[in-house]
C-alpha cells in the first residue's frame, strides 16, 4: 500500500546545566528537526515535508513551525498546525496519518518543546530571560471546541490541573474500597518503581530514583500540593525537552531508500473527544467514553491476532495512570511505563506523548518490543488516546473516533441551583493556599443529585478529611461553603 504511513525519523531532547548552557525552546525543537531528519538517514526527506504539526507550549511564538522549515532549508514552505492544550497530542500524529493515506501529503513532522528549566534557571541566576520574537501566525490554530472547566471549580481550584486530579483520586480511592494508608501506599509504591525505570531512561530527567518513603512522606522538597498528592506524584515540567517524529508515505520511504530497520507504523488509534468537565461528569472516577476507546483499540488488536509487550500509560498524576489501566483491564504486575512517567522522566506541557511515543518507536526498532501502546490525555482526563505502534505491516492505519457515540451515552450532570442545603461528597481535596493556610474543596450531589462544587477553611473539618474517608458522606453547605459536618 503506497500510502500507507509510517515514521522514519524520531529524535528526543533534552538539555540540564546552568542558564547559560541552555537553549530556548525555539532552539530545542530546531535541534529536535534535525536529529529526526538525520535520524531517517537521508535529510532529503526534508524537501518532502508538506506539514509541520506542534503542540502549544509555555512559549509566545506564534509559528515556530515556518522559522525551522526556513532554518532548514526546506524546499517546500509547509502547511503549519498549532494546537492549543485541549486537543489530544496523539490527534496531531492521527490527522498527519490519515492524510498521509488519503494521498493528502506526502511527509508530516510532529514537534514539540519545552524550556521550562532556563526560565527557572533565570529566576535562580538572577539572569533575564529572552525569546526569539515570532510575530507571524501559522496556517491552522487549532483549539477545543468546549471549556475545560465548570465556573465553581474554576473560581476554587483555579486552572492548574493538580486540584482536579486530585478530587479524581479521593472518587477513585473511594471506588477502589482502598483504606487511606493502604491507597497512599499503593501510589508509592507504583510510583518508586516509575522512578527507576526514569532512572535508566537515557533522555528521562531523575538520575537517582526516588524510595518509597520518600513519595509517600512530606518534606521540604515533597510538599504536599493537593490531598493526597505530595510534590513527587506530580508532572513536572520544569524541563529543557523536546521531541521530533518525522511520518511519511510507504511510497516515499522506498523512494527515499530509507532502511527497514528504522520504519515503524502505527497500526491503530483511538480517540475519545468528549468534552465534560470534571464537575459535571457522571462519576469522577471513570469516563464512558473512555472506555469505549480502550475498548475499541482492544478489538482491534483482537481482530489482528496482536498482543502488547509494552505500555506507556499517560501518567500527570496517579490518577489517569488508575484510570488508563482499569480501562484496558491491565493487572497490577504489568508494568504503566517505559519512560519512568512525567514526574521523573518529565512531563514538558502539552507535548509528553511525543517523548513517549519516540521512546516506544527506540524500543520496537531495537527489538525490544514487537507491539507497544501508548495512550495520552488533555485536559483535566477530559479527551483520551490510545495508540498501537510496531514493526508488523497492516494493510492501513486503522483509525476509530468514539466521540459521538461517548456524546449519546454520557451526558453532563445538571449543576446545583441551590444555595443552601445538603450534599453527598463524591471527591474531594485539600489544597495548600499558603504556608499557614489550607482549603478544603469537595464536589458534591446535592438532594436533586445535581452538581455543586463547594470549599473550607474549618481546620478541625480539613483535619477530618485528611485522616478518614468523606466520600459518599454527607455535609451541609451554605453560599458556597461547607457549614456542617
Known amino acids: 500500500m503506497k500510502n500507507r504511513s509510517v515514521v522514519i525519523g524520531i529524535s528526543a531532547i533534552q538539555q540540564k546545566g546552568d542558564f547559560e548552557n541552555l537553549d530556548e525552546a525555539l532552539a530545542l525543537m530546531d535541534q529536535a528537526v534535525k536529529e529526526a531528519l538525520s535520524d531517517s538517514g537521508n535529510k532529503l526527506v526534508k524537501d ?4 509541520i504539526r506542534t503542540p502549544k507550549g509555555f512559549w509566545r511564538y506564534r509559528d515556530p513551525g515556518k522559522w525551522i522549515a526556513k532554518n532548514n532549508d526546506f524546499k517546500n514552505i509547509p502547511t503549519t498546525y498549532i494546537t492549543k492544550i485541549g486537543v489530544l497530542q496523539q490527534n496531531l500524529i492521527n490527522e498527519a496519518c490519515l492524510k498521509i493515506e488519503k494521498g493528502e501529503i506526502n511527509a508530516s513532522i510532529i514537534l514539540g518543546g519545552e524550556a521550562r528549566y532556563k526560565q527557572l534557571r533565570s529566576v535562580i541566576e538572577k539572569k533575564e530571560y529572552f525569546e526569539t520574537q515570532l510575530g507571524e501566525n501559522p496556517d491552522f490554530y487549532i483549539k477545543a471546541k468546549e471549556d475545560l472547566y465548570g465556573d465553581e471549580e474554576l473560581a476554587e481550584l483555579g486552572a492548574m490541573a493538580v486540584g482536579y486530579y486530585a478530587s479524581m483520586e479521593t472518587a477513585i480511592r473511594k471506588n477502589d474500597g482502598e483504606k487511606i ?8 509504591s507504583m510510583y518508586e518503581e516509575f522512578s527507576k525505570v526514569a532512572s535508566n531512561n537515557k533522555d528521562g530527567w531523575l538520575d537517582h530514583p526516588y524510595s518509597k518513603e520518600e513519595i509517600l512522606n512530606t518534606s521540604k522538597k515533597n510538599k504536599m500540593l493537593a490531598y493526597p498528592y505530595n510534590k513527587l506524584h506530580c508532572t513536572s515540567w520544569n524541563v529543557n525537552q523536546s521531541a521530533a517524529l518525522i511520518i511519511c508515505s510507504e511510497e516515499l520511504a522506498n523512494e527515499l531508500e530509507i532502511d527497514n530497520k528504522k520504519r515503524v507504523y502505527p497500526i491503530a488509534s483511538s480517540e475519545n473527544n468528549h468534552m465534560i468537565a470534571v464537575q459535571q461528569r457522571p462519576k469522577l472516577f471513570e469516563s464512558l467514553g473512555m472506555s469505549y476507546a480502550a475498548n475499541s483499540i482492544n478489538k482491534i488488536m483482537e481482530r489482528f491476532n496482536i498482543s502488547l509487550d509494552a505500555y506507556d500509560l499517560y501518567s500527570c ?27 521523573y522522566a518529565g512531563g514538558p506541557l502539552n507535548s509528553f506523548v511525543l517523548h513517549s511515543t519516540v521512546k516506544m518507536i527506540e524500543k520496537i526498532r531495537a527489538s525490544e518490543v514487537k507491539h507497544g501502546l501508548v495512550t495520552g490525555v488533555s485536559g483535566m482526563m477530559t479527551k483520551q488516546s490510545f495508540c ?7 494493510e492501513k492505519f486503522v483509525f476509530d473516533d468514539v466521540t459521538e457515540k461517548a456524546k449519546l451515552d454520557e451526558s453532563p450532570i445538571k449543576l446545583s441551583n441551590i444555595t443552601e442545603g445538603e450534599g453527598e461528597i463524591i471527591g474531594y481535596t485539600v489544597i495548600e493556599e499558603s504556608e499557614n493556610a489550607q482549603k478544603a474543596v469537595l464536589y458534591l450531589d446535592d438532594e436533586k443529585k445535581h452538581r455543586k462544587v463547594v470549599s473550607s477553611h474549618d481546620k478541625e473539618f480539613i483535619n477530618l478529611l485528611l485522616e478518614k474517608e468523606w466520600v459518599g458522606k454527607k455535609v451541609g453547605f451554605k453560599a458556597g461553603q461547607v457549614v456542617s459536618y
Do not use: C, R
Not at 493502604?182 to 508509592?188: P, R, W, Y
Open 181 to 188: 494508608e493502604e491507597h497512599q501506599n499503593k501510589i508509592a
Open 388 to 394: 498501537v505502534w510496531g514493526k508488523g505491516y497492516q
Open 317 to 343: 498524576f496517579p490518577a489517569a495512570v488508575k484510570m488508563f489501566s482499569k480501562s484496558l483491564n491491565l493487572s497490577s504486575e504489568i508494568p504503566k511505563t517505559i519512560t519512568g512517567s512525567m514526574p
Open 48 to 51: 518532502h515535508i508538506d506539514e
